[in-house]
């Protein structure tokens, strides 16, 4: 018998059985403005938003890094679905914006219906909780470029905002208030260093009491959508700025909407770092610097917002069942 696609490494058949699976799930998350079902060459979304008087277009790409590490080496598949989405939702909403569809992109050397199922089930769980449409995506299968039993997934988001509620930054200024909403974990961002620090000390399965729970389980924690507490700021005018902490820490990432000639002074006292920091950091003998630019130590989003509506801004957040942190100011 000659050389054939599958001998080669790509198994069609398994491509299909994929679609075949994910079919009802990715429809469960079709709202009224989809256009197309499944298989089509490209999604169709009706671009209509009546309660807009000048709506603008907010995308946004990303992925979830080496977290991936953690889902291999755990095998469980079905958190790092709604991480990329959430991810990709929060960094939309931090402008303002409500998230219309979302896309994703997986890639692996050898398809597993079983992995990608689950993977895209979290795509499909995180989309319904978000108000999100999952419309669209592309499966790749590159036998001999990723190790056996790794994959790698990418996603993109579309949302929209009035072009009056659009947040940016652009009126912070001194004395504003630094508000903040705790993390659930590590988000989707420092992974490569608490793989280096836990790894070689801890069991991935093993129960730490003071995390009250496996260490993969707490690595792999869901990283949390802020799409409803940000609405309620939106909707009400109370925010100046908002920050989405990812790669670069709480500072890095602040500063991204902070003018220029303005700074943060942060109160790091005014939280509980979680547990799972302070292992991270007291394992690795990790510098206060490197904690500070590479994870979120317990804080997920930071609110800007004047020193008058602080109360009102806590008050709204605490009403929405949150826990916000007066954390610092504008200087």
Same mark, same amino acid.
């Given at each position: 018998?000659?050389?054939?696609?599958?001998?080669?490494?790509?198994?069609?058949?398994?491509?299909?059985?994929?679609?075949?699976?994910?079919?009802?799930?990715?429809?469960?998350? /079709?709202?009224? #403005?989809?256009?197309?079902?499944?298989?089509? +060459? $490209?999604?169709?979304?009706?671009?209509?938003?009546?309660?807009?008087?000048?709506?603008?277009?907010?995308?946004?790409?990303?992925?979830?890094?080496?977290?991936?590490?953690?889902?291999? *080496?755990?095998?469980? %598949?079905?958190?790092?679905?709604?991480?990329?989405?959430? @991810?990709?939702?929060?960094?939309?909403?931090?402008?303002?914006?409500?998230?219309?569809?979302?896309?994703? %992109? /997986?890639?692996?050397?050898?398809?597993?219906?079983?992995?990608?199922?689950?993977?895209?089930?979290? +795509?499909?769980?995180?989309?319904?909780?978000? $108000?999100?449409?999952?419309?669209?995506?592309?499966?790749?299968?590159?036998?001999?470029?990723?190790?056996?039993?790794?994959?790698?997934?990418?996603?993109?988001?579309?949302?929209?905002?009035?072009?009056? #509620?659009?947040?940016?930054?652009?009126?912070?200024?001194? =004395?504003?208030?630094?508000?903040?909403?705790?993390?659930? $974990?590590? @988000?989707?961002?420092?992974?490569?260093?608490?793989? %280096?620090?836990?790894?070689?000390?801890?069991?991935?399965?093993?129960?730490?009491?003071?995390?009250?729970?496996?260490?993969?389980?707490?690595?792999?924690?869901? @990283?949390?959508?802020?799409?409803?507490?940000?609405?309620?700021?939106?909707?009400?005018?109370?925010?100046?700025?908002?920050? @989405?902490?990812? =790669?670069?820490?709480?500072?890095? #990432?602040?500063?991204?909407?902070?003018?220029?000639?303005?700074?943060?002074?942060?109160?790091?006292?005014?939280?509980?770092?979680? +547990?799972? +920091?302070?292992?991270?950091?007291?394992?690795?003998?990790?510098?206060?610097?490197?904690?500070?630019?590479?994870?979120?130590?317990?804080?997920?989003?930071?609110?800007?917002?004047?020193?008058?509506?602080?109360?009102?801004?806590?008050?709204?957040?605490?009403?929405?069942?949150?826990?916000?942190?007066? *954390?610092?100011?504008?200087?």
């Amino acid at each position: 018998m000659g050389k054939t696609y599958k001998k080669a490494g790509v198994d069609i058949d398994a491509g299909e059985e994929v679609v075949r699976r994910i079919k009802s799930t990715v429809r469960s998350t /079709f709202t009224k #403005n989809v256009l197309t079902d499944i298989g089509m +060459f $490209g999604a169709f979304y009706k671009a209509s938003f009546p309660a807009m008087k000048q709506p603008v277009l907010v995308s946004s790409v990303d992925g979830v890094g080496t977290k991936l590490k953690i889902a291999f *080496m755990m095998e469980r %598949y079905d958190t790092v679905g709604q991480d990329l989405v959430n @991810h990709c939702v929060n960094d939309i909403a931090v402008c303002g914006a409500v998230p219309l569809y979302f896309m994703d %992109y /997986f890639a692996t050397g050898s398809l597993s219906p079983d992995i990608v199922e689950q993977v895209i089930n979290g +795509f499909a769980k995180a989309c319904r909780e978000n $108000g999100c449409s999952l419309i669209g995506g592309e499966t790749a299968e590159m036998p001999g470029f990723y190790s056996k039993g790794e994959f790698d997934i990418a996603g993109m988001i579309v949302g929209a905002v009035d072009q009056k #509620n659009i947040v940016n930054g652009k009126k912070i200024v001194r =004395g504003d208030v630094l508000i903040g909403l705790p993390s659930t $974990g590590l @988000h989707t961002n420092g992974y490569s260093l608490a793989r %280096y620090v836990l790894i070689p000390k801890f069991s991935l399965k093993k129960r730490i009491a003071e995390l009250e729970q496996p260490l993969g389980d707490a690595l792999l924690a869901v @990283h949390r959508s802020y799409l409803a507490p940000i609405q309620a700021l939106v909707k009400k005018h109370l925010v100046k700025g908002m920050s @989405h902490i990812t =790669g670069g820490g709480i500072v890095g #990432n602040t500063m991204r909407i902070v003018p220029e000639g303005l700074s943060l002074a942060v109160d790091w006292n005014a939280w509980e770092r979680p +547990f799972l +920091f302070t292992l991270i950091q007291q394992s690795g003998d990790v510098p206060e610097e490197d904690m500070q630019k590479a994870f979120n130590n317990g804080i997920g989003i930071v609110f800007v917002a004047a020193k008058k509506d602080a109360d009102r801004v806590v008050s709204t957040l605490r009403a929405a069942n949150e826990k916000p942190v007066v *954390m610092g100011e504008i200087v």
